[in-house]
Structure formats: C-alpha cells, structure tokens
C-alpha cells in the first residue's frame, strides 16, 4: 500500500468535491441563478482538473500496484472492507474519462434552463461523484457501492425531468439494472469467499488467486455470474432493451454520463477483475461471450438503422457499439483488452458529445423525427460541424479515437485461427454503422427542409450553437482527436499494467463453428482446456 500523500488525497477531493457541491445545491432553492452556477462549476470543474494533474503525475513503473494509494477506515474493516483508492493503468483512462465527461455535461446542464435547476444540478453531481469513486476504487465492494450510488440520480432524474414515456421507460430499466446489480454482487461476493483473501481489495484478491487459482467449475460458475449481471449492465444481447428507452427519455446530463461514463462500470469490471482473476471461466464462456457480442453488433445494428427517432437511433447505436468491446474482451489477450479499453473511452467521448448535440438540434428544429428535418446546416454550420464529426468518430474514422479502439480489437481477433473468423461478420458492423449515421447527417443537415420546419428556418427562429454549447462540444471532439492522432496517451501504461494481468496470450480459445470456416470443425477436435 502507498503512502498518504498529497496526490492520494486529491484522488478522495475528485470525488467529495461534486458531493459537497450537491449537497449544497439540495438547499439551494433560493440561490441566485449565478450562485447555483458557481457552486456547480466548482462540483463538475476540480474532478477534471485532478484527474489531469494526476494524469500527468502518473508512474508507469508501478506494474501490478496501484499509484496515489489511499487507505481509510470505515468501521467494516472486520469483513475486510476499507475505502481503498488508488488508479492503475486501466483505471486512469476512465478516472479522466469520468470528469471529462462529467464536466461537459454539467457545463451544458448549468445552462439548459431546466425547472428547478439546483436540484437539477446536484442529482448529475451526486452522479458524477459515484463516477469517479468507481473508477478509483481498489476494493470491490466501494467499486459496487459507487456505482449503485451513480444510478439513484439517473432514476430520479428520469422520473423528475424525463420526456413522454418516461415511467414506463424507468421501470424496465429498474428491473433490468437491478436484476444485473444483484447478480454481479453475487459473483463479488462468491470471488471474495472463495478466495479466502482477508479484505476485498483488488490487489489482495489478485494476489490470492495467484498463489491457489480457483478449480474450473467454481471458476465458471463465478465468470457467469459476472458475465451476465455485468453484461446486463452494459446492455449485452439480449438484455439490451432497457437502455435505448432510457437513453430516449432521459435529459440530456443524464444521458451524458449514463451512456458515456457509467455503462462502462461492466466492461471495466470484466477487464479488471472477471478476465484475470478467472481465466478458466473467461475461456469456458468465451463462445456465448462472441455469440451474444454478434448480436450486438449485427442485430441491434439493423435494429438501429430502422428508427426513424434520433434520440431512439443514438441509443441503439451505443448498444450495438458495446458489441465491439466485449469481442475486444473475449480475446483474454493483452492486444484484445487494450482495445476493449480505448473503445471504451472513445465511445464514452462520441456518445456523450451526439446526446447532447441531438438536444441541440430539438430545440432548433421542436422534434426528433429523422423524416421531418432537413436543411439545418444552411442555419447552423457549426452545429453540423460537431454532429458531423461525431457520427465519423462512431462509425470509426481514422483521426478519431474509436478508430484505434476497433481497429486494435479487429487485430486481436485476427491473431489466432479460433477468433479470426469472427473479424469479417463485425466487420459488417462498421457497414452499419455508416448506413445509419450518414443516413442521419443527410436528413437532418442537408435536402429540403420539410413541413412544419421549413417554415422555422425560413422565419430565422433558428440559430448556431451558442457558447454554452460550442465549449462541452469541443472538449468532447478534442478528447476524440487527441487520442485518434495519439492513442499512446493511454495505450501505453495500459498496456504494461495488461501484460501483468495477462501474462499469456489465450492460444487454446474453444473453436466457434462458423458457416465462414468450416474447417473448423477439424479444429475443435484439438481443443484443449
């Protein structure tokens, strides 16, 4: 464990500072609209600020530990729970992530004029809190207790400020997060039991269950209870329907950070802990991992590119490009998680940036519907500017990051013979992806405007984005460009910090029959376990 220094306690201010500030909103009803701003900016401004300080402080060399090391007391010490802080080389990119995110979103919020905008605000800071606490938490059950305190806000703040269909919405997503909440903490629970390990610290358990690995079935037993809450979690097929709903009629701040940041709580969980810690298990369950993964991609991709909502289209599109990830992660390979890992920043970056752009384009144009736009471009250049280069970095466009995060998992699924097969059907999704994001650019930027709209663009209602807007957008885009021109801004300490917790290349993956190499079924004859 690291010493306490003054680098660990800004890590515990990055999470505290947006609860203060939220706690002081709840009461902040009679705050003067400048005072509710200031109070928030100092909530959604020093996470980012920390999180860039401590980025440049980073230590590479401190492979299989944890650098700005913090260890604190909380009277459950005798089951072995601590707040234990600390970031890795896998966790540092979704720390930055978090208040990079976080901060766009509650720049935009603090100017979207929303009713009761101190609770507003304080709900999307609690949230952005628990973020962050997620990712820079070593012990497990603080790395679960974050992230169920993140989802409270998003609940309320879809009940208080969501848009038509918002009940029905909240309730699916409640049962399905709840039932994958559940079942990931059974899996938490049992790794902990089973390891025999005196406390839930990552580091702990890692260290135990490298001296006396766990037997094959308990291994596949605990991998699918991970699998399969976190799974529903980040909206793996089938369990999928929740989210595209949710994402529709939630408002914009919460759409922000749920699909961006939050969403990524179970790849990280899978990444950090399922695929080192039960490698037998990750190996067992490697086939329904690319099955399910397929149908993200492929299913929900035709799905996506039939809706004719934006919002709607958007929601589908992060539930498909989940896919993507989680091929990234059956790999159990350095090149496949180091992949899985970029995507998963990028996406967070691209996603948050098109859901708060297509609010921007309502209030100009009073509808989501694809078919009833046109021409906005004429009126708001730089608004098509940013949805433009969004729906590029989705698709995957070299010069953004999400390139680099797909093309690194497309070189990991080529690397052996029992995944190769898999590259030419999710290749198929970067086909999909195009159709319906240039689809959408076409019908909302460009042609005739039509009905109600033409008559708003011709009577000059509209216009560009404003600062408010242009600032949390060019922090997003900046962040895509930054790690499409340079993805060894994070690729590199991931890396290393992979290597150790994936010391050998997964060579003896099961054998997937495949209509596309049917010589595989000779191959799977020699599998070995």
Excluded at 409 to 423: C, D, G, K, P, Y
Aim: hydrophobic share 55%; net charge negative; proline share 5%.
């Amino acid at each position: 464990m690291g010493h306490l220094d003054t680098n660990s306690l800004f890590l515990l201010v990055a999470i505290l500072a947006p609860l203060v500030a939220g706690v002081t909103l709840l009461f902040g009803a009679r705050f003067s609209p400048s005072t509710v701003r200031a109070i928030a900016a100092f909530g959604f401004g020093w996470p980012l600020i920390i999180g860039l300080l401590l980025y440049s402080l980073f230590e590479p060399s401190l492979v299989g530990e944890y650098n700005f090391e913090l260890r604190l007391p909380t009277g459950l010490e005798s089951i072995g729970i601590y707040l234990h802080l600390g970031l890795n080389g896998i966790s540092m990119p979704l720390f930055l992530l978090a208040g990079a995110v976080g901060f766009a979103a509650g720049l935009y919020a603090m100017y979207s004029n929303a009713e009761r905008p101190h609770l507003y605000l304080a709900l999307l800071l609690f949230m952005l809190g628990g973020l962050m606490g997620t990712f820079a938490s070593v012990d497990v059950f603080f790395f679960y207790f974050f992230h169920e305190f993140a989802l409270i806000p998003t609940f309320l703040m879809i009940g208080m400020w969501g848009g038509a269909g918002r009940r029905g919405a909240a309730i699916e997503m409640t049962i399905y997060l709840t039932l994958g909440a559940l079942l990931s903490l059974l899996g938490l629970i049992a790794l902990y039991v089973q390891s025999g390990a005196d406390s839930f610290s990552l580091l702990e358990l890692r260290n135990y269950l490298t001296a006396q690995p766990l037997s094959e079935t308990v291994q596949n037993n605990i991998f699918a209870l991970l699998l399969f809450g976190f799974g529903i979690l980040v909206s793996l097929f089938p369990f999928h329907s929740w989210a595209p709903k949710g994402y529709a009629v939630a408002p914009t701040g919460a759409a922000m950070l749920h699909a961006g940041v939050l969403k990524k709580f179970g790849l990280y969980g899978l990444l950090q802990i399922a695929g080192p810690l039960l490698p037998a298990g990750g190996e067992h369950w490697f086939p329904w991992i690319v099955w399910l993964a397929l149908g993200n991609i492929l299913f929900i991709g035709l799905v996506t590119m039939a809706q004719k909502d934006l919002k709607m289209m958007l929601g589908y599109s992060s539930v498909m490009h989940m896919g993507y990830a989680f091929l990234g992660l059956a790999c159990f390979s350095v090149v496949g998680a180091g992949g899985a890992l970029l995507l998963m920043v990028a996406h967070g970056l691209s996603v948050a940036l098109l859901f708060m752009l297509s609010t921007c384009i309502y209030h100009r144009s009073q509808t989501f519907d694809l078919s009833a736009m046109g021409g906005l471009a004429s009126k708001a250049p730089v608004l098509a500017a940013f949805f433009v280069a969004g729906s590029m970095a989705s698709i995957g466009l070299p010069g953004f990051g999400n390139f680099w995060g797909e093309f690194t998992i497309f070189a990991a699924l080529a690397e052996t013979e029992s995944t190769r097969w898999i590259v030419v059907p999710a290749a198929l999704g970067i086909i999909i992806s195009a159709i319906y994001g240039l689809r959408a650019v076409a019908n909302i930027f460009f042609g005739p405007a039509k009905g109600d709209f033409a008559a708003r663009l011709e009577s000059g209602q509209i216009r560009d984005l404003q600062g408010f807007e242009k600032l949390p957008a060019g922090i997003l885009i900046a962040g895509l460009v930054l790690i499409g021109i340079f993805p060894r801004v994070f690729s590199d300490d991931a890396n290393r910090e992979l290597a150790e917790m994936y010391p050998q290349e997964q060579s003896n993956l099961p054998v997937i029959h495949s209509a596309v190499l049917p010589t595989d079924v000779d191959a799977h004859k020699e599998v070995t376990h």
